[in-house]
């Protein structure tokens, strides 16, 4: 019934590692975003991505790169984890259609990097 | 720049109401939101302004005045749950989200 579900809830790792945090939504939604939450809460935009177009924030590291295998997936990639890297991430999705595109989230991955 | 700014944390008691205070300046205006976050969840979304005046859900109501760039949402019969980080974010004209860091709201019984 999770609308937007991604995965682990929790990831703790070394420096230099590689991970990946995967999300799907089943609420048939055209365009899937990536944001990063940092400890003073703000939430920045990472990625949004639908099946047509990939929008990158020019801020966000090349160490990080979204995969879409489909419509309903968008799994971040993360090579060389640092430990400024330590975040929650949020994926969210939105429909296309109508003015209002109210995003539903994903329930978070924290990640701490040590 | 484009800027979101909402008080850090605010406190209030079971029962009353409280208003929540945003103001923006953004390039360009496609609509506010406002999110409610409990700790350790997902932002789910409350309200959708886009036209200057009152939205009005149950216990919640929502304030645009797009002149003035400020946003207020307004909180009635305080419950405990209601105790949360309430998020402004405005959709600019590229319609992408800026949003706030968020209010923390405390609500004492």
């Known amino acids: 019934d999770t609308a937007v579900s991604q995965t682990p809830k929790y990831l703790v790792t070394q420096m230099g590692n590689d991970k990946s945090i995967k999300c799907e939504q089943n609420?048939?939604?055209?365009?899937m975003y990536w944001y990063k939450q940092d400890s003073k809460k703000f939430l920045k935009i990472m990625f949004s991505?639908?099946?047509?177009?990939?929008?990158i924030n020019e801020t966000v590291p090349n160490r990080f790169s979204p995969k879409s295998p489909d419509k309903a997936h968008l799994n971040l990639h993360i090579n060389s984890l640092e430990l400024g890297d330590s975040a929650v991430y949020f994926c969210?999705?939105?429909?296309?259609?109508?003015?209002?595109?109210?995003?539903?989230f994903g329930s978070g991955t924290q990640l701490s990097v040590l | 720049g484009q800027n979101i700014d909402q008080p850090t944390e605010m406190t209030a008691t079971e029962g009353a109401i409280v208003q929540i205070n945003c103001t923006y300046q953004?390039?360009?205006?496609?609509?506010l939101f406002w999110y409610q976050q409990h700790a350790g969840e997902a932002p789910t979304f409350l309200s959708y302004?886009?036209l200057d005046g009152l939205e009005e859900k149950g216990r919640f109501s929502s304030f645009l005045s797009r002149s003035k760039g400020y946003s207020y949402l307004l909180l009635k019969e305080l419950q405990m749950k209601d105790s949360a980080s309430y998020l402004c974010?405005?959709?600019?004209?590229?319609?992408?989200?800026?949003w706030g860091a968020g209010t923390k709201l405390i609500i004492k019984p």
């Open positions: 969210a999705s939105s429909s296309l259609e109508g003015e209002l595109k109210k995003l539903f």
């Open positions: 609420l048939g939604h055209d365009t």
């Open positions: 991505y639908n099946n047509k177009e990939l929008i």
């Open positions: 953004t390039s360009g205006f496609n609509g």
């Open positions: 302004n886009v």
């Open positions: 974010a405005v959709r600019d004209s590229n319609y992408q989200l800026i």
